[in-house]
DNA sequence: ATAAAGATCATT
DNA sequence: ATGATCTTTATG
């Protein structure tokens, strides 16, 4: 089944919680380091620009790390997490509109060897793409990709016809943003409820 | 210059 | 429950 390449008009609406949802279904592959892969995106989080305050742009932080996400969408956004994860996001919306979707779970469907390679597993099991951190690891994502464009060979989306209905979809609170107080409870994590491969909240 | 915390994962 | 691991950011 052959798709198509989101297009920067795709990226580039103003409402990240939209495309959000609609980049549910929606595959994400990868060609780095000679290995094609990739899968159907099951999970994502938005983040919601200047006021939100989960988002690293809040407020208008705008630092060497935030700069990016005040770029026009369609490019990643590459962040390390804890020290560890590399954490892959979706910028949106037009210039300085510092918006972004966090990319949180996928169904593996292209190159599911070398993403065990990657992700060091002997055997095929839900945790294989299930979390920001593993799916980043599976793909070959990492912070050398920040800026990279969506657009281009490396890293991409396409539509293959499917997408879903809100009815779906879970929309559940965001994890792991206990510092965002008010906006800690805003219901911007969304999943396919019929998938087996998204991530547990902790 | 220093310190604190973090959009996580795997193991115990 | 805890450790790994290190950048970013805020503050002095």
């Known amino acids: 089944m052959k798709g198509f390449k989101l297009t920067k008009t795709f990226y580039q609406s103003e409402d990240v919680v939209f495309i959000s949802k609609a980049l549910i279904g929606k595959y994400l592959f990868t060609q780095l380091e000679g290995k094609l892969t990739g899968g159907m995106i099951v999970e994502t989080e938005a983040y919601n620009g200047v006021w939100d305050k989960a988002c690293h742009a809040y407020n208008h932080r705008r630092t060497r790390r935030t700069e990016v996400m005040f770029q026009p969408g369609g490019v990643a956004y590459v962040y390390l997490c804890y020290g560890i994860h590399s954490l892959f996001n979706i910028i949106t919306g037009p210039l300085d509109c510092p918006t972004a979707v966090l990319t949180r779970a996928i169904e593996p469907t292209e190159g599911i060897d070398f993403m065990m390679q990657r992700r ?21 994502i990492r912070c050398e990709h920040y800026g990279c464009d969506l657009t281009g060979n490396l890293i991409w989306l396409e539509d293959k016809g499917l997408s879903f209905t809100d009815t779906k979809l879970l929309a559940s609170p965001r994890v792991g943003i206990h510092y965002a107080e008010e906006h800690a409870e805003l219901p911007w994590r969304f999943r396919l409820a019929s998938s087996l491969w998204t991530s547990k909240a902790k």
Not at 121 to 133: E, Q
Request: cysteine-free; charged content about 25%; aromatic content about 4%.
């Open 120 to 140: 060091k597993k002997k055997r095929i099991d839900y945790t294989l793409t299930s979390g920001p951190g593993a799916v980043t690891q599976a793909l070959g």
